[in-house]
């Protein structure tokens, strides 16, 4: 069996960097469809982005939609 998905390191580090009553969203995604990404981060204005490796249009647009 292989364990593709977020390191353990990762999860450790989530756990410690939530504050109470927060939440953290992590997304393993395949396939993306950029706009339908934006227009779903978009229900989540104002949350951070902690970590994101998408092409440099696609992350703008995320930014801006958490942005409001």
């Not at 992590?26 to 982005?49: C, H, I, T, Y």
């Not at 992350?59 to 939609?65: L, Q, S």
């Amino acid at each position: 069996m292989i364990d593709l998905g977020i390191p353990d390191e990762w999860v450790d580090w989530f756990k410690q960097a939530v504050e109470p009553g927060a939440a953290i969203v992590a997304l393993l995604v395949e396939d993306l469809v950029p706009d339908q990404l934006v227009a779903e981060v978009g229900r989540f204005a104002g949350a951070d982005l902690v970590y994101a490796n998408l092409d440099d249009d696609t992350m703008d647009r995320v930014k801006a939609a958490l942005d409001g």
